[in-house]
């Protein structure tokens, strides 16, 4: 089975722009969730979606947003870019949310570079 | 509260000896304990996780210790190789939601 796959999986910006990633879980897994990876913050949570809904959402400004497509594809979309906002960017699945599935399986992530 | 303390921040192991990570949180809400390992230029990989109401797993030479009363839960990589070399990381949620991740353990692993 294929795992999380994430496009691009690198991403060179310029500030003030704005960019699109995107994710496509495991084959029969419906919730995805987004992550960001620093060097000083660590990883990050950013939003959960299961359902084409956002089911949760971290404490990030609202730059970042995302969005789920009915095949459980997603994408997060981040504008008006910063230089704080060079990452990794870990999109991550699993089958569903809740208590009766917890393991999330990560994609290779897409490193971000805003000069 | 929502914090996993992860310690230490750096490791280095002979090979064949043990390599233990520990991690502590706050929030007794919390009720499962991932492990992650992340190589360089790669995604975090699921190694092992527990729930509250086990003391213990293993898994091959990988090993929760989960300890509820205090809080803490650590990782232990028995006869640790030189491919064990990897950046480690524990996490925990709550309800199936958000994993909050600890800050790393880099692991080296010397032949």
């Known amino acids: 089975k294929a795992g999380v796959t994430q496009t691009p999986r690198y991403l060179i910006k310029t500030r003030g722009q704005q960019v699109t990633l995107s994710c496509s879980p495991i084959?029969?897994?419906?919730?995805v969730s987004w992550y960001q990876q620093t060097p000083g913050q660590g990883l990050q949570f950013l939003f959960e979606y299961f359902s084409e809904t956002q089911r949760n959402k971290g404490n990030f400004p609202g730059r970042f947003s995302g969005r789920q497509f009915s095949n459980s594809r997603s994408e997060m979309n981040v504008s008006t870019l910063e230089l704080g906002d060079s990452a990794l960017y870990l999109c991550?699945?699993?089958?569903?949310?809740?208590?009766?599935?917890?393991?999330?399986?990560f994609g290779p992530g897409t490193r971000l570079t805003v000069t | 509260q929502q914090q996993v303390k992860q310690s230490p921040q750096s490791l280095i192991v002979q090979k064949g000896g043990i390599s233990i990570i520990n991690c502590a949180y706050e929030?007794?809400?919390?009720?499962?304990f991932p492990w992650y390992q992340q190589f360089p230029g790669k995604g975090p990989a699921l190694l092992i996780a527990?729930?509250?109401?086990?003391s213990e797993k293993k898994e091959g030479r990988f090993t929760i210790s989960f300890n509820k009363s205090a809080k803490q839960f650590s990782l232990h990589i028995m006869d640790s190789q030189p491919g064990d070399s990897a950046t480690y990381f524990c996490a925990a949620s709550w309800a199936g939601t958000a994993l909050i991740f600890g800050k790393g353990t880099t692991l080296s692993v010397s032949s």
């Open positions: 929030n007794t809400a919390f009720d499962y």
């Open positions: 991550a699945s699993s089958t569903q949310p809740g208590p009766t599935s917890y393991e999330q399986y």
């Open positions: 084959s029969g897994h419906r919730s």
């Open positions: 527990i729930r509250p109401d086990v």
